[in-house]
């Protein structure tokens, strides 16, 4: 079988994005927030969690730590204690404290809008940094999750198997 163009992927990928379009013509990100320090802090608690749940931690937390300073100067262990039931909540805790103590220090807690600023800071990845930067219209990248993964591959509009691979080659598509 021959290997298909990129333009005719191209437009594969058009009548695919229109029908998704057509079917959640109110798509839009779940995670509850106001702000960018929010949404950052929300989506690395949505690692192996669902929005429903972090929508339900979120509130407490951010009564609690409202911004980067507040976050970055507030203990680990009430940290832990606020998120706890979004699992691995250790982990998520040292990335939350850390990502605050970056951006108030580097950044005078500001949330850089910058793919490559972003990924330094702890427990930001390139899907996290994409999900931040496409909901406040920054920049247009590919939040490469398992559920794009697995059906742009089985679209076979991909061929890479790595998170990276597959957002380059569905940018090269849809731009």
Known sequence: MAKESLTKKRVRIQTVLERLKKEFPDAHCELVHNSEFELLTATILSAQCTDKRVNIVTPALFA?????????????????TLIHSTGFYRNKAKSLKGMAEM?????????????????KLPGVGRKTANVLLGEYDVAVG????????????????VSANDPVKI??????IVH
Do not use: C, S, W
């Not at 300073?69 to 009430?78: R, S, V």
């Not at 951006?103 to 990924?119: A, F, Q, R, S, W």
């Not at 957002?167 to 090269?172: A, F, N, P």
């Open 64 to 80: 609690r730590f409202p911004n980067a300073a507040a976050m970055a100067q507030g203990k680990l262990t009430e940290i832990e």
């Open 103 to 119: 951006v108030t220090l580097e950044y005078d807690g500001v949330i850089p809008y910058n793919l490559d600023k972003l990924v």
């Open 167 to 172: 957002e380059r080659e569905l940018m090269k």
């Open 142 to 157: 590919v939040v490469v999750d398992t559920h794009v993964h697995r059906i742009t591959r089985m679209l076979k509009l």
